[in-house]
Protein backbone atom coordinates (compact mmCIF):
# COMPACT_ATOMS: atom_id res chain seq x y z
CA UNK A 1 0.00 0.00 0.00
CA UNK A 2 1.56 3.16 -0.97
CA UNK A 3 0.30 6.40 0.96
CA UNK A 4 1.28 10.23 0.68
CA UNK A 5 1.00 12.15 3.96
CA UNK A 6 0.87 15.92 3.89
CA UNK A 7 1.14 18.87 6.31
CA UNK A 8 -0.01 22.12 4.96
CA UNK A 9 -0.92 25.67 5.77
CA UNK A 10 0.00 26.15 9.14
CA UNK A 11 3.49 26.31 9.17
CA UNK A 12 6.76 23.59 7.90
CA UNK A 13 4.80 22.30 4.88
CA UNK A 14 5.88 18.68 4.46
CA UNK A 15 5.33 15.70 2.61
CA UNK A 16 6.18 12.11 2.92
CA UNK A 17 5.75 8.60 1.24
CA UNK A 18 5.01 5.05 2.76
CA UNK A 19 5.48 2.30 0.54
CA UNK A 20 3.46 -1.06 2.72
CA UNK A 21 4.45 0.54 6.06
CA UNK A 22 8.28 1.46 5.05
CA UNK A 23 9.22 5.20 5.05
CA UNK A 24 10.59 5.87 1.96
CA UNK A 25 10.91 9.46 1.08
CA UNK A 26 9.85 12.76 3.76
CA UNK A 27 11.09 16.18 2.96
CA UNK A 28 9.89 19.46 3.79
CA UNK A 29 8.88 22.21 1.32
CA UNK A 30 11.18 25.16 2.39
CA UNK A 31 14.12 23.23 1.78
CA UNK A 32 12.82 23.62 -1.80
CA UNK A 33 11.28 26.64 -2.25
CA UNK A 34 14.27 28.38 0.43
CA UNK A 35 11.41 30.33 2.63
CA UNK A 36 11.88 29.07 5.77
CA UNK A 37 8.70 27.63 7.40
CA UNK A 38 6.99 27.60 4.27
CA UNK A 39 3.60 26.83 4.97
CA UNK A 40 1.88 25.97 1.54
CA UNK A 41 0.60 23.27 0.03
CA UNK A 42 4.15 21.00 -0.77
CA UNK A 43 4.34 20.78 -4.25
CA UNK A 44 7.71 20.39 -4.73
CA UNK A 45 8.46 18.02 -1.49
CA UNK A 46 5.44 16.11 -3.06
CA UNK A 47 7.30 15.58 -6.47
CA UNK A 48 10.30 14.98 -4.57
CA UNK A 49 8.32 11.85 -2.59
CA UNK A 50 6.75 10.56 -5.83
CA UNK A 51 9.73 10.44 -7.71
CA UNK A 52 12.08 8.89 -5.03
CA UNK A 53 9.83 5.75 -4.54
CA UNK A 54 9.44 5.54 -8.53
CA UNK A 55 5.84 5.28 -8.88
CA UNK A 56 3.31 7.02 -10.80
CA UNK A 57 0.74 9.28 -8.83
CA UNK A 58 -1.65 6.72 -9.99
CA UNK A 59 -0.23 4.90 -8.26
CA UNK A 60 -0.79 5.97 -4.82
CA UNK A 61 -3.71 4.33 -2.97
CA UNK A 62 -3.90 7.58 -0.73
CA UNK A 63 -3.63 10.93 0.12
CA UNK A 64 -3.58 11.80 3.88
CA UNK A 65 -4.13 15.42 5.46
CA UNK A 66 -2.15 15.65 9.15
CA UNK A 67 -5.59 17.38 10.46
CA UNK A 68 -8.91 18.05 9.59
CA UNK A 69 -9.87 21.85 9.27
CA UNK A 70 -13.43 21.69 9.98
CA UNK A 71 -12.74 20.89 13.79
CA UNK A 72 -10.42 23.35 13.65
CA UNK A 73 -12.75 26.20 12.16
CA UNK A 74 -15.41 25.05 14.73
CA UNK A 75 -12.39 25.68 17.49
CA UNK A 76 -12.30 28.81 16.04
CA UNK A 77 -15.45 30.21 16.34
CA UNK A 78 -16.38 28.71 19.75
CA UNK A 79 -13.46 30.41 20.94
CA UNK A 80 -14.43 33.72 19.77
CA UNK A 81 -17.96 33.00 20.80
CA UNK A 82 -17.08 32.25 24.15
CA UNK A 83 -15.03 35.38 24.37
CA UNK A 84 -17.04 38.35 22.62
CA UNK A 85 -16.86 40.70 22.23
CA UNK A 86 -13.87 41.22 23.33
CA UNK A 87 -11.15 39.75 20.02
CA UNK A 88 -13.88 41.65 17.33
CA UNK A 89 -11.23 42.91 15.47
CA UNK A 90 -9.25 39.82 14.82
CA UNK A 91 -12.34 37.79 14.44
CA UNK A 92 -13.59 39.94 11.78
CA UNK A 93 -9.85 39.60 10.03
CA UNK A 94 -9.86 35.71 10.12
CA UNK A 95 -12.95 34.18 9.21
CA UNK A 96 -12.67 36.02 6.02
CA UNK A 97 -10.05 33.51 5.29
CA UNK A 98 -10.91 30.86 7.05
CA UNK A 99 -14.49 30.58 4.92
CA UNK A 100 -12.18 31.21 1.38
CA UNK A 101 -9.75 28.51 2.45
CA UNK A 102 -10.13 26.68 5.06
CA UNK A 103 -13.13 26.17 5.53
CA UNK A 104 -13.20 24.09 1.96
CA UNK A 105 -10.20 23.26 2.51
CA UNK A 106 -10.31 19.37 0.92
CA UNK A 107 -11.44 21.23 -2.29
CA UNK A 108 -8.41 23.17 -2.20
CA UNK A 109 -6.61 20.18 -1.29
CA UNK A 110 -7.83 18.46 -4.34
CA UNK A 111 -7.17 21.52 -6.49
CA UNK A 112 -3.88 21.17 -5.40
CA UNK A 113 -3.57 16.67 -6.07
CA UNK A 114 -4.96 18.02 -9.36
CA UNK A 115 -2.23 20.78 -10.34
CA UNK A 116 0.78 19.06 -8.84
CA UNK A 117 0.42 15.27 -9.21
CA UNK A 118 -2.50 15.24 -12.21
CA UNK A 119 -6.07 15.13 -13.95
CA UNK A 120 -5.97 11.95 -14.09
CA UNK A 121 -7.20 10.32 -10.94
CA UNK A 122 -10.39 10.77 -8.51
CA UNK A 123 -8.39 12.76 -6.09
CA UNK A 124 -11.58 13.13 -4.11
CA UNK A 125 -12.12 9.09 -3.81
CA UNK A 126 -8.55 9.02 -2.34
CA UNK A 127 -8.34 11.92 0.17
CA UNK A 128 -8.50 10.99 3.67
CA UNK A 129 -8.05 13.37 7.10
CA UNK A 130 -6.38 12.39 10.12
CA UNK A 131 -6.59 14.21 13.23
CA UNK A 132 -3.70 16.37 14.54
CA UNK A 133 -2.75 15.02 17.59
CA UNK A 134 -3.21 11.33 16.41
CA UNK A 135 -0.83 12.30 13.18
CA UNK A 136 1.92 13.40 15.70
CA UNK A 137 0.85 10.02 18.08
CA UNK A 138 1.28 8.24 15.30
CA UNK A 139 4.64 9.70 14.03
CA UNK A 140 5.92 8.78 17.04
CA UNK A 141 5.22 5.16 17.65
CA UNK A 142 4.77 3.63 14.30
CA UNK A 143 8.48 4.36 13.21
CA UNK A 144 9.48 3.31 16.71
CA UNK A 145 11.50 -0.12 17.77
CA UNK A 146 8.71 -0.44 20.20
CA UNK A 147 5.63 -3.09 20.43
CA UNK A 148 4.23 -1.86 23.11
CA UNK A 149 4.51 1.97 24.23
CA UNK A 150 2.75 4.91 26.06
CA UNK A 151 2.81 8.12 23.82
CA UNK A 152 2.62 11.78 25.22
CA UNK A 153 2.09 14.29 22.42
CA UNK A 154 2.39 18.36 23.30
CA UNK A 155 2.24 21.31 21.20
CA UNK A 156 0.59 24.66 20.75
CA UNK A 157 -3.22 23.62 19.47
CA UNK A 158 -4.20 20.89 16.60
CA UNK A 159 -7.67 21.02 16.44
CA UNK A 160 -8.78 20.86 20.05
CA UNK A 161 -6.30 19.23 21.88
CA UNK A 162 -2.90 20.47 22.83
CA UNK A 163 -1.82 17.68 25.09
CA UNK A 164 -2.43 13.93 24.46
CA UNK A 165 -1.52 10.42 25.93
CA UNK A 166 -1.96 7.45 23.82
CA UNK A 167 -1.64 3.59 24.16
CA UNK A 168 -0.02 1.72 21.27
CA UNK A 169 -0.06 -1.91 20.90
CA UNK A 170 1.88 -2.98 17.79
CA UNK A 171 -0.98 -1.94 14.74
CA UNK A 172 -3.11 -0.45 17.38
CA UNK A 173 -2.85 3.34 19.00
CA UNK A 174 -5.45 4.75 21.00
CA UNK A 175 -5.35 8.37 22.46
CA UNK A 176 -6.74 8.14 26.17
CA UNK A 177 -6.44 11.48 27.54
CA UNK A 178 -5.97 14.70 26.28
CA UNK A 179 -5.60 18.35 27.46
CA UNK A 180 -7.77 21.05 25.43
CA UNK A 181 -7.48 24.68 23.75
CA UNK A 182 -6.91 26.81 25.36
CA UNK A 183 -4.80 25.33 27.92
CA UNK A 184 -1.40 24.45 26.10
CA UNK A 185 2.05 24.33 27.23
CA UNK A 186 3.20 24.66 23.71
CA UNK A 187 1.17 28.36 24.06
CA UNK A 188 2.63 29.10 27.42
CA UNK A 189 6.32 28.63 26.37
CA UNK A 190 5.38 30.67 23.03
CA UNK A 191 4.21 33.33 24.94
CA UNK A 192 7.22 33.66 26.07
CA UNK A 193 9.16 33.38 23.21
CA UNK A 194 7.04 36.45 21.69
CA UNK A 195 7.19 38.26 25.34
CA UNK A 196 11.33 37.93 25.33
CA UNK A 197 11.51 39.49 21.45
CA UNK A 198 12.03 36.22 19.73
CA UNK A 199 9.35 34.81 16.36
CA UNK A 200 6.80 32.95 17.70
CA UNK A 201 6.99 28.80 16.04
CA UNK A 202 10.72 29.42 15.56
CA UNK A 203 12.37 31.14 18.41
CA UNK A 204 11.61 29.04 20.91
CA UNK A 205 15.08 27.02 20.20
CA UNK A 206 16.36 30.55 21.24
CA UNK A 207 14.57 30.71 24.56
CA UNK A 208 15.78 27.62 25.20
CA UNK A 209 19.63 27.67 24.60
CA UNK A 210 19.45 31.81 26.01
CA UNK A 211 17.78 29.73 29.13
CA UNK A 212 21.32 28.40 31.05
CA UNK A 213 22.37 32.27 30.82
CA UNK A 214 19.91 33.13 33.52
CA UNK A 215 18.32 32.67 36.94
CA UNK A 216 14.59 31.34 37.15
CA UNK A 217 13.83 34.36 39.35
CA UNK A 218 10.34 34.38 37.56
CA UNK A 219 9.46 30.55 37.82
CA UNK A 220 7.11 31.11 41.29
CA UNK A 221 5.04 33.95 39.72
CA UNK A 222 4.80 32.02 36.81
CA UNK A 223 2.92 29.20 38.77
CA UNK A 224 1.23 31.54 40.89
CA UNK A 225 -0.35 33.61 38.32
CA UNK A 226 -0.22 31.80 34.90
CA UNK A 227 -0.27 28.20 35.25
CA UNK A 228 -2.10 25.70 37.57
CA UNK A 229 -0.19 22.59 37.54
CA UNK A 230 -1.61 18.90 38.88
CA UNK A 231 0.24 16.13 40.29
CA UNK A 232 -0.14 14.04 37.74
CA UNK A 233 0.73 16.94 35.28
CA UNK A 234 -2.66 18.13 34.27
CA UNK A 235 -2.92 22.00 34.00
CA UNK A 236 -4.82 24.71 33.33
CA UNK A 237 -3.66 28.82 32.41
CA UNK A 238 -5.11 31.63 33.76
CA UNK A 239 -6.56 33.25 30.46
CA UNK A 240 -6.80 36.68 31.84
CA UNK A 241 -2.72 36.95 30.81
CA UNK A 242 -3.12 36.21 27.41
CA UNK A 243 -4.32 37.42 24.20
CA UNK A 244 -3.56 34.62 21.83
CA UNK A 245 -7.54 33.41 22.17
CA UNK A 246 -9.26 36.70 20.69
CA UNK A 247 -5.99 39.19 19.89
CA UNK A 248 -3.26 39.17 17.42
CA UNK A 249 -0.50 39.07 19.92
CA UNK A 250 0.34 36.16 22.63
CA UNK A 251 0.27 38.58 25.71
CA UNK A 252 -1.44 41.29 27.27
CA UNK A 253 -1.01 44.44 29.25
CA UNK A 254 -1.86 42.44 32.57
CA UNK A 255 1.14 39.99 31.55
CA UNK A 256 3.34 42.85 30.75
CA UNK A 257 2.44 44.41 34.73
CA UNK A 258 2.82 40.82 35.95
CA UNK A 259 6.46 41.01 35.14
CA UNK A 260 7.19 44.84 35.49
CA UNK A 261 7.89 45.54 31.39
CA UNK A 262 6.41 45.84 28.20
CA UNK A 263 7.56 42.68 25.67
CA UNK A 264 11.28 42.86 24.21
CA UNK A 265 11.04 44.23 20.66
CA UNK A 266 12.95 42.13 18.61
CA UNK A 267 16.64 42.54 17.60
CA UNK A 268 17.14 44.87 20.41
CA UNK A 269 19.75 44.62 23.06
CA UNK A 270 19.03 41.13 25.47
CA UNK A 271 19.37 41.99 29.07
CA UNK A 272 19.78 39.47 32.23
CA UNK A 273 15.57 40.06 32.64
CA UNK A 274 15.40 38.16 29.05
CA UNK A 275 17.81 35.23 30.58
CA UNK A 276 15.96 35.26 33.68
CA UNK A 277 12.74 34.82 31.59
CA UNK A 278 14.34 32.14 29.44
CA UNK A 279 15.46 30.03 32.79
CA UNK A 280 12.17 30.56 34.22
CA UNK A 281 9.75 29.36 31.53
CA UNK A 282 12.19 26.65 30.94
CA UNK A 283 12.34 25.33 34.42
CA UNK A 284 7.98 25.52 34.46
CA UNK A 285 8.12 23.72 31.02
CA UNK A 286 10.31 20.93 32.65
CA UNK A 287 8.39 20.47 35.40
CA UNK A 288 5.07 20.21 33.94
CA UNK A 289 6.88 17.29 31.50
CA UNK A 290 8.08 15.76 34.28
CA UNK A 291 5.24 15.38 35.92
CA UNK A 292 3.02 14.44 32.98
CA UNK A 293 5.70 11.60 32.34
CA UNK A 294 5.80 10.24 36.21
CA UNK A 295 1.58 10.40 35.65
CA UNK A 296 1.70 8.75 32.60
CA UNK A 297 4.47 6.04 34.04
CA UNK A 298 1.94 5.40 36.73
CA UNK A 299 -1.23 5.40 34.47
CA UNK A 300 -0.21 3.08 32.14
CA UNK A 301 2.37 1.11 33.35
CA UNK A 302 4.22 0.74 30.38
CA UNK A 303 7.78 0.35 30.20
CA UNK A 304 8.45 2.50 26.76
CA UNK A 305 7.32 6.00 25.91
CA UNK A 306 7.69 7.86 22.62
CA UNK A 307 6.97 11.61 22.31
CA UNK A 308 6.24 13.99 19.47
CA UNK A 309 4.68 17.06 19.25
CA UNK A 310 6.51 20.17 19.34
CA UNK A 311 7.47 20.47 23.08
CA UNK A 312 9.28 17.33 21.95
CA UNK A 313 11.99 19.53 20.67
CA UNK A 314 12.65 20.62 23.90
CA UNK A 315 15.74 18.47 24.58
CA UNK A 316 16.57 19.92 28.12
CA UNK A 317 13.38 18.87 29.38
CA UNK A 318 14.03 15.30 27.12
CA UNK A 319 16.87 14.87 28.69
CA UNK A 320 15.76 15.38 32.40
CA UNK A 321 13.13 12.76 31.26
CA UNK A 322 15.39 10.36 30.18
CA UNK A 323 17.66 10.73 34.20
CA UNK A 324 14.34 9.78 35.72
CA UNK A 325 14.28 6.36 34.50
CA UNK A 326 10.47 5.91 34.71
CA UNK A 327 10.91 4.20 31.35
CA UNK A 328 13.15 1.27 30.15
CA UNK A 329 13.35 3.03 26.65
CA UNK A 330 12.43 6.46 25.44
CA UNK A 331 11.89 7.29 21.52
CA UNK A 332 11.87 10.64 19.80
CA UNK A 333 10.46 11.19 16.77
CA UNK A 334 13.24 13.56 15.02
CA UNK A 335 10.37 15.36 13.08
CA UNK A 336 8.66 16.25 16.55
CA UNK A 337 7.00 19.35 14.73
CA UNK A 338 3.90 19.61 12.36
CA UNK A 339 6.55 18.68 9.41
CA UNK A 340 6.12 15.54 10.97
CA UNK A 341 2.49 15.01 11.20
CA UNK A 342 2.53 14.54 6.93
CA UNK A 343 4.94 11.57 8.58
CA UNK A 344 2.54 10.29 10.90
CA UNK A 345 -1.24 11.23 8.68
CA UNK A 346 0.37 8.22 6.34
CA UNK A 347 0.98 5.83 9.15
CA UNK A 348 -2.11 6.92 10.84
CA UNK A 349 -3.93 5.97 7.83
CA UNK A 350 -2.00 2.77 6.75
CA UNK A 351 -2.07 0.96 10.27
CA UNK A 352 -5.58 2.77 12.00
CA UNK A 353 -7.21 3.41 9.32
CA UNK A 354 -6.74 0.34 6.74
CA UNK A 355 -5.82 -1.50 9.65
CA UNK A 356 -2.32 -2.88 8.26
CA UNK A 357 0.02 -5.19 9.99
CA UNK A 358 3.01 -3.92 12.04
CA UNK A 359 6.18 -5.42 13.43
CA UNK A 360 8.20 -3.50 14.96
CA UNK A 361 12.11 -3.13 13.32
CA UNK A 362 14.59 -5.04 15.87
CA UNK A 363 17.20 -2.59 15.42
CA UNK A 364 17.38 0.87 15.90
CA UNK A 365 13.99 2.75 14.15
CA UNK A 366 12.34 3.11 10.59
CA UNK A 367 13.22 6.33 10.19
CA UNK A 368 16.49 5.44 8.60
CA UNK A 369 18.66 7.57 10.75
CA UNK A 370 16.28 10.56 9.56
CA UNK A 371 18.15 10.90 6.34
CA UNK A 372 14.84 10.36 4.01
CA UNK A 373 15.58 13.95 1.80
CA UNK A 374 17.13 13.61 -1.73
CA UNK A 375 20.16 12.66 -2.53
CA UNK A 376 22.43 13.75 -5.51
CA UNK A 377 24.43 11.34 -8.20
CA UNK A 378 28.96 12.34 -7.52
CA UNK A 379 28.18 12.98 -11.67
CA UNK A 380 25.59 15.02 -10.93
CA UNK A 381 26.78 17.09 -8.26
CA UNK A 382 30.00 17.99 -10.75
CA UNK A 383 27.30 19.06 -13.20
CA UNK A 384 25.60 21.44 -10.52
CA UNK A 385 28.46 22.90 -9.41
CA UNK A 386 30.43 23.46 -12.73
CA UNK A 387 27.57 25.47 -13.78
CA UNK A 388 27.38 26.95 -10.39
CA UNK A 389 31.11 28.51 -11.08
CA UNK A 390 32.52 26.01 -8.45
CA UNK A 391 36.02 25.32 -8.49
CA UNK A 392 36.84 21.76 -7.06
CA UNK A 393 39.03 18.56 -7.08
CA UNK A 394 37.09 15.07 -7.56
CA UNK A 395 38.61 12.64 -4.95
CA UNK A 396 38.31 9.42 -3.77
CA UNK A 397 36.08 8.59 -0.99
CA UNK A 398 38.85 7.91 1.88
CA UNK A 399 40.59 11.05 0.61
CA UNK A 400 37.58 13.46 0.98
CA UNK A 401 36.78 12.15 4.54
CA UNK A 402 41.19 12.84 4.85
CA UNK A 403 40.91 16.33 3.77
CA UNK A 404 38.10 17.44 6.00
CA UNK A 405 39.39 15.68 8.89
CA UNK A 406 42.76 17.76 8.55
CA UNK A 407 40.92 20.87 8.03
CA UNK A 408 39.06 20.42 11.35
CA UNK A 409 41.94 20.06 13.13
CA UNK A 410 43.58 22.71 11.50
CA UNK A 411 40.55 25.00 12.58
CA UNK A 412 38.41 25.24 9.65
CA UNK A 413 34.91 25.56 9.68
CA UNK A 414 33.71 22.49 7.06
CA UNK A 415 30.66 22.77 4.83
CA UNK A 416 29.20 18.82 4.67
CA UNK A 417 26.93 17.73 2.15
CA UNK A 418 26.80 14.11 2.32
CA UNK A 419 24.28 12.03 1.00
CA UNK A 420 20.60 11.92 1.59
CA UNK A 421 19.00 15.06 3.79
CA UNK A 422 17.95 14.92 7.11
CA UNK A 423 14.07 15.10 7.74
CA UNK A 424 12.90 17.51 10.96
CA UNK A 425 14.70 20.74 11.72
CA UNK A 426 18.03 18.74 13.08
CA UNK A 427 21.38 18.59 10.91
CA UNK A 428 22.25 15.35 11.43
CA UNK A 429 25.56 14.71 9.42
CA UNK A 430 24.10 14.89 5.77
CA UNK A 431 23.50 18.81 5.60
CA UNK A 432 25.92 20.38 8.14
CA UNK A 433 28.81 22.42 9.05
CA UNK A 434 31.36 20.93 11.26
CA UNK A 435 34.09 22.65 13.45
CA UNK A 436 36.67 21.45 15.87
CA UNK A 437 34.91 21.07 19.81
CA UNK A 438 38.41 21.98 21.31
CA UNK A 439 38.85 25.08 19.57
CA UNK A 440 37.92 28.07 22.81
CA UNK A 441 36.48 30.20 19.72
CA UNK A 442 34.80 28.24 17.51
CA UNK A 443 31.09 29.02 18.77
CA UNK A 444 31.99 32.44 18.42
CA UNK A 445 33.46 31.96 15.01
CA UNK A 446 30.26 30.08 13.84
CA UNK A 447 27.90 32.36 14.78
CA UNK A 448 29.23 35.29 14.10
CA UNK A 449 31.10 34.83 10.39
CA UNK A 450 29.17 31.69 9.64
CA UNK A 451 25.63 31.55 11.05
CA UNK A 452 25.17 35.22 11.27
CA UNK A 453 22.91 34.69 14.51
CA UNK A 454 23.33 35.42 18.30
CA UNK A 455 26.38 34.74 19.70
CA UNK A 456 25.01 32.73 23.17
CA UNK A 457 23.32 30.40 20.29
CA UNK A 458 24.90 26.94 21.41
CA UNK A 459 26.60 24.37 19.15
CA UNK A 460 26.13 20.55 19.63
CA UNK A 461 28.60 17.52 19.31
CA UNK A 462 28.23 15.05 17.30
CA UNK A 463 30.15 12.10 18.91
CA UNK A 464 31.03 8.27 18.18
CA UNK A 465 28.17 6.23 19.56
CA UNK A 466 30.87 4.25 21.01
CA UNK A 467 32.80 6.40 22.71
CA UNK A 468 29.89 8.85 24.03
CA UNK A 469 30.03 7.70 27.69
CA UNK A 470 33.51 8.53 28.15
CA UNK A 471 32.79 11.98 27.16
CA UNK A 472 29.41 12.78 28.52
CA UNK A 473 26.76 11.63 31.06
CA UNK A 474 24.58 9.59 29.04
CA UNK A 475 24.85 5.74 27.64
CA UNK A 476 22.07 6.04 25.51
CA UNK A 477 21.39 6.09 21.58
CA UNK A 478 20.67 9.77 20.71
CA UNK A 479 20.83 9.62 16.82
CA UNK A 480 18.41 12.71 16.45
CA UNK A 481 20.46 15.58 18.63
CA UNK A 482 17.20 15.73 20.89
CA UNK A 483 18.40 14.66 24.15
CA UNK A 484 20.84 16.68 26.44
CA UNK A 485 23.54 15.34 28.29
CA UNK A 486 26.40 16.76 31.36
CA UNK A 487 29.94 16.38 29.63
CA UNK A 488 31.38 13.98 32.15
CA UNK A 489 33.28 15.54 35.04
CA UNK A 490 36.63 14.23 33.92
CA UNK A 491 36.72 16.65 30.43
CA UNK A 492 35.26 19.44 32.46
CA UNK A 493 37.23 22.81 33.30
CA UNK A 494 36.93 24.45 36.81
CA UNK A 495 36.26 27.77 36.99
CA UNK A 496 38.10 30.32 38.60
CA UNK A 497 36.37 32.66 41.58
CA UNK A 498 36.28 35.32 39.73
CA UNK A 499 34.64 33.55 36.68
CA UNK A 500 32.29 31.93 38.95
CA UNK A 501 31.10 35.26 39.72
CA UNK A 502 30.34 36.21 35.76
CA UNK A 503 26.73 36.79 35.33
CA UNK A 504 24.58 36.61 31.91
CA UNK A 505 26.35 36.50 28.76
CA UNK A 506 29.19 36.93 30.50
CA UNK A 507 29.63 33.82 31.12
CA UNK A 508 29.93 33.07 27.09
CA UNK A 509 33.79 33.17 26.70
CA UNK A 510 34.54 31.27 29.64
CA UNK A 511 36.15 27.52 28.21
CA UNK A 512 34.16 24.80 30.69
CA UNK A 513 35.33 21.45 29.20
CA UNK A 514 38.26 19.65 27.13
CA UNK A 515 35.27 20.53 23.93
CA UNK A 516 34.39 24.19 25.13
CA UNK A 517 32.99 24.88 21.63
CA UNK A 518 30.42 22.41 22.59
CA UNK A 519 29.75 23.13 26.05
CA UNK A 520 27.04 25.04 27.64
CA UNK A 521 27.50 27.41 30.27
CA UNK A 522 25.94 24.41 32.54
CA UNK A 523 27.91 22.03 31.54
CA UNK A 524 25.83 20.67 29.02
CA UNK A 525 25.28 19.53 26.14
CA UNK A 526 22.81 18.29 23.03
CA UNK A 527 24.42 15.32 22.33
CA UNK A 528 24.01 13.30 18.43
CA UNK A 529 25.38 9.84 18.50
CA UNK A 530 26.88 8.84 15.33
CA UNK A 531 26.35 5.35 14.48
CA UNK A 532 28.45 3.67 11.25
CA UNK A 533 25.07 1.70 10.06
CA UNK A 534 23.16 4.81 9.51
CA UNK A 535 25.50 7.19 8.17
CA UNK A 536 28.91 5.47 7.71
CA UNK A 537 30.44 8.41 6.30
CA UNK A 538 30.03 10.68 8.83
CA UNK A 539 30.87 7.75 11.23
CA UNK A 540 34.15 7.68 9.50
CA UNK A 541 35.09 11.64 9.61
CA UNK A 542 34.73 11.33 13.13
CA UNK A 543 36.67 8.29 13.70
CA UNK A 544 39.47 10.01 11.68
CA UNK A 545 38.82 13.06 13.50
CA UNK A 546 39.45 11.01 16.58
CA UNK A 547 42.55 9.43 15.17
CA UNK A 548 44.34 12.53 14.61
CA UNK A 549 43.88 14.08 17.83
CA UNK A 550 42.04 11.64 19.93
CA UNK A 551 38.71 13.64 20.56
CA UNK A 552 35.95 11.81 18.93
CA UNK A 553 33.78 14.30 19.10
CA UNK A 554 32.99 17.35 16.09
CA UNK A 555 30.92 20.57 16.14
CA UNK A 556 28.08 20.25 14.37
CA UNK A 557 25.59 22.61 12.84
CA UNK A 558 23.13 23.07 10.36
CA UNK A 559 24.01 24.60 6.78
CA UNK A 560 22.30 27.70 6.71
CA UNK A 561 22.80 30.85 8.05
CA UNK A 562 20.23 33.17 10.18
CA UNK A 563 17.13 33.17 8.09
CA UNK A 564 17.30 30.64 6.01
CA UNK A 565 16.48 26.43 5.81
CA UNK A 566 19.00 24.33 5.86
CA UNK A 567 20.48 23.85 2.07
CA UNK A 568 19.07 20.89 0.23
CA UNK A 569 20.78 21.19 -3.41
CA UNK A 570 24.85 21.52 -4.08
CA UNK A 571 24.24 24.77 -5.62
CA UNK A 572 22.33 25.79 -2.23
CA UNK A 573 25.51 24.82 -0.18
CA UNK A 574 27.76 26.19 -2.74
CA UNK A 575 26.63 29.31 -2.33
CA UNK A 576 25.85 29.67 1.64
CA UNK A 577 29.62 28.23 0.85
CA UNK A 578 30.68 31.13 -0.99
CA UNK A 579 28.47 34.10 1.22
CA UNK A 580 29.98 32.88 4.58
CA UNK A 581 33.34 32.57 5.89
CA UNK A 582 33.28 28.65 6.11
CA UNK A 583 36.63 27.87 4.37
CA UNK A 584 36.12 24.23 2.76
CA UNK A 585 33.08 22.47 1.60
CA UNK A 586 32.49 18.98 0.55
CA UNK A 587 30.00 17.82 -1.62
CA UNK A 588 30.05 14.22 -2.30
CA UNK A 589 33.69 13.56 -3.52
CA UNK A 590 33.95 17.22 -4.69
CA UNK A 591 36.20 19.21 -2.62
CA UNK A 592 36.58 23.22 -2.37
CA UNK A 593 38.46 25.35 -0.75
CA UNK A 594 37.16 29.05 -0.60
CA UNK A 595 40.94 29.98 -1.11
CA UNK A 596 40.95 28.95 -4.46
CA UNK A 597 37.78 30.37 -5.54
CA UNK A 598 37.04 32.97 -8.02
CA UNK A 599 37.07 36.42 -6.10
CA UNK A 600 34.40 38.03 -8.18
CA UNK A 601 31.92 35.18 -7.84
CA UNK A 602 32.62 35.24 -4.63
CA UNK A 603 32.49 39.11 -3.65
CA UNK A 604 28.65 38.94 -5.86
CA UNK A 605 28.04 35.74 -2.87
CA UNK A 606 29.12 37.65 -0.50
CA UNK A 607 26.81 41.17 -1.21
CA UNK A 608 23.47 38.85 -2.16
CA UNK A 609 23.70 37.63 1.42
CA UNK A 610 24.21 40.90 2.90
CA UNK A 611 21.49 42.14 0.82
CA UNK A 612 19.00 39.29 2.28
Same mark, same amino acid.
Request: with cysteine; charged share 25%.
Given at each position: ?????????????????????????????????????????????????????????????????????????????????????????????????????????????????????????????????????? $????????????????????????????? $????????????????????????????????????????????????????????????????????????????????????????????????????????????????????????????????????????????????????????????????????????????????????????????????????????????????????? &??????????? $????????????????????????????????????????????????????????????????????????????????? &??????????????????????????????????????????????????????????VQTVHADTNPRYHALIARFKELTGCPVVVNTSFNVRGEPIVCTPEDSFRCFMGTEIEVLAVENCFMEKSEQNPALKQRY???????
Amino acid at each position: MKILGISAYYHDAAAALIVDGDIVAAAQEERFTRTKHDSNFPVNATHYCVEEARIAAADLDYVVFYDKPFLKFERLLETYLAFAPRGFTSFRQAMPLWIKDKLFQKNNLVKELKSTLGNGVDWNQKLLFSEHHL $SHAASAFYPSPFERAAVLTMDGVGEWTTT $SLAVGDRSDLKVIREIHFPHSLGLLYSAFTYYTGFKVNSGEYKVMGLAPYGEPRFAEQIKAHLIDVKDDGSFRLNLDYFDYCTGLRMTNDKFDALFGAPARQPESRLTQREMDLAASIQAVTEEVVLKLVRGIAKETGERNLCLAGGVALNCVANGKVLREKLFDSIWLQPAAGDAGGALGAALAANYIFKSQPRTPTRKGDAMRGGYLGPQF &SQPDVERRLTA $SGARYKVLRSDETIERCAQALVAGKAVGWHQGRMEFGPRALGGRSILGDPRSPTMQKLLNLKVKYRESFRPFAPSVLREDV &SQWFEIDDDSPYMLLVAGVRTNQRVAMTEEQEKLFGIDKLNVPRSTIPAVTHVDYSARVQTVHADTNPRYHALIARFKELTGCPVVVNTSFNVRGEPIVCTPEDSFRCFMGTEIEVLAVENCFMEKSEQNPALKQRYEEAFALD
